[in-house]
Nanobody, 116 residues
Framework: QVQLVESGGGLVQAGGSLRLSCVAS????????MGWYRQAPGNQRELVAT???????DFGDSVKGRFTISRDSAKNTVYLQMNSLKPEDTAVYYCYVNSVLSGSSWGQGTQVTVSS
C-alpha cells in the first residue's frame, strides 16, 4: 500500500501562484512516475503534469509554460509549481504515483480555487 499526502492547495487570485506538494509513504519500491491530475466539477480527470526519473516530464496542453513539476526522490516527494493561475485552473488536484510493487495510487485531492 502507498499513502499519498497532498498539501498546498487554497484560494488565490488570477495571476497568482501556488505550490503543491505530495509525499508518498508506505510500500514504495522503485517509483516509476509521480505527478498530478485535476478534476473540475462536471469534467473528467485530466493530466496536469508527470515526472519520470528526475527530469523526464509531461504536461497537459493547458498548463504548458505556466506550471513546472519537480521531484525529490530521497523524500519521495513531488512538487507542482503553478504560476500565472487562471480561473479555469480551479479544480481538485490529485497526486498520482506509479510504483513497481504497488502499481497506481492516488491521493485524496486538494482544492485549488482561482478567483477572477
Amino acid at each position: 500500500q502507498v499513502q499519498l499526502v497532498e498539501s498546498g492547495g487554497g484560494l488565490v487570485q488570477a495571476g497568482g501562484s501556488l505550490r503543491l506538494s505530495c509525499v508518498a509513504s508506505g510500500t514504495i519500491f522503485s517509483i516509476n512516475v509521480m505527478g498530478w491530475y485535476r478534476q473540475a466539477p462536471g469534467n473528467q480527470r485530466e493530466l496536469v503534469a508527470t515526472i519520470r526519473g528526475s527530469s523526464w516530464t509531461d504536461f497537459g496542453d493547458s498548463v504548458k509554460g505556466r506550471f513546472t513539476i519537480s521531484r525529490d526522490s530521497a523524500k519521495n516527494t513531488v512538487y507542482l509549481q503553478m504560476n500565472s493561475l487562471k480561473p479555469e485552473d480551479t479544480a481538485v488536484y490529485y497526486c498520482y504515483v506509479n510504483s513497481v510493487l504497488s502499481g497506481s495510487s492516488w491521493g485524496q485531492g486538494t482544492q485549488v480555487t482561482v478567483s477572477s
